[in-house]
């Protein structure tokens, strides 16, 4: 039996708002269940708008966006933020943690939002808690560091929380945006090969954005996003009609 695709893109089209033309028009784009995808692109070619729609927090004007064989277009708010908590490991560029929580707390929110993440997390280990550190260990991160605040942690610390907290429960999708950017070169090649190598343990598909060419070997399946999405080709149409 044929697994479904991890994801597939169909004639999608999606405008913001306020805006004369679209952001991103892409005919088809499918990624196969554990795969690990490059995308690259320049600032401003629609890199964050179909990360968007990846992980439906917004959906096209037209076309199909199936995750997972999940409609998300057709798929409620709710339903797409319960589906997104349940499937989907996010790495921020900014890595989106909360500096109220210690390291282990930012690490166990998405168990706190999926009882399916949190039930696959106990059974990896004996403990949440147990996993949380775990993943941060494998991840290089010192012990020492598990129960300060985020904001005492160096960049590449935070980097590493912001991955474990992708990664704990074992989601099906790991999407990663720009998440090396602040790194120097060496720090840059050691996160991404942890980041495979957990990917690879849990049989996550990864998606990986950046406009750094450099880390393309690091992936099987590259795509350049401004020669999939038709932007420019849309924009000539309306200027011709």
């Not at 959906?59 to 997972?68: A, K």
């Not at 999926?114 to 290089?140: C, G, N, V, Y």
């Not at 945006?177 to 980041?195: C, G, H, M, V, Y």
Request: aromatic share 6%; net charge negative.
């Amino acid at each position: 039996m044929t697994m479904p695709l991890a994801i597939e893109l169909k004639q999608i089209s999606f405008t913001w708002p306020k805006q004369p033309s679209p952001t991103v028009v892409i005919e088809q784009l499918t990624v196969k269940p554990q795969q690990h995808v490059f995308i690259q692109g320049p600032s401003g070619c629609g890199k964050s708008t179909l990360l968007s729609l990846l992980t439906g927090i917004i959906t096209p004007q037209s076309g199909q966006v199936r995750i997972l064989d999940n409609p998300l277009n057709l798929l409620s708010q709710a339903e797409r933020d319960k589906f997104r908590a349940r499937h989907i490991g996010y790495i921020f560029q900014q890595f989106n943690l909360l500096p109220y929580l210690s390291v282990l707390e930012n690490v166990l929110l998405p168990c706190r939002f999926s009882r399916d993440r949190k039930a696959k997390a106990e059974q990896q280990t004996s403990s949440l808690e147990q996993q949380a550190k775990q993943l941060l260990s494998r991840l290089h991160l010192p012990t020492s560091c598990f129960e300060q605040p985020i904001n005492e942690l160096s960049i590449g610390q935070q980097q590493r929380v912001a991955a474990a907290r992708a990664l704990i429960g074992q989601p099906e999708i790991i999407i990663a945006d720009e998440p090396t950017s602040a790194l120097d070169q060496d720090n840059r090649q050691a996160f991404i090969e942890l980041l495979i190598e957990e990917a690879n343990q849990s049989g996550a598909t990864v998606i990986f954005v950046s406009h750094d060419s450099s880390l393309r070997s690091y992936f099987e399946v590259h795509v350049d996003l401004p020669t999939i999405n038709q932007i420019s080709l849309v924009n000539q149409q309306q200027e011709v009609n």
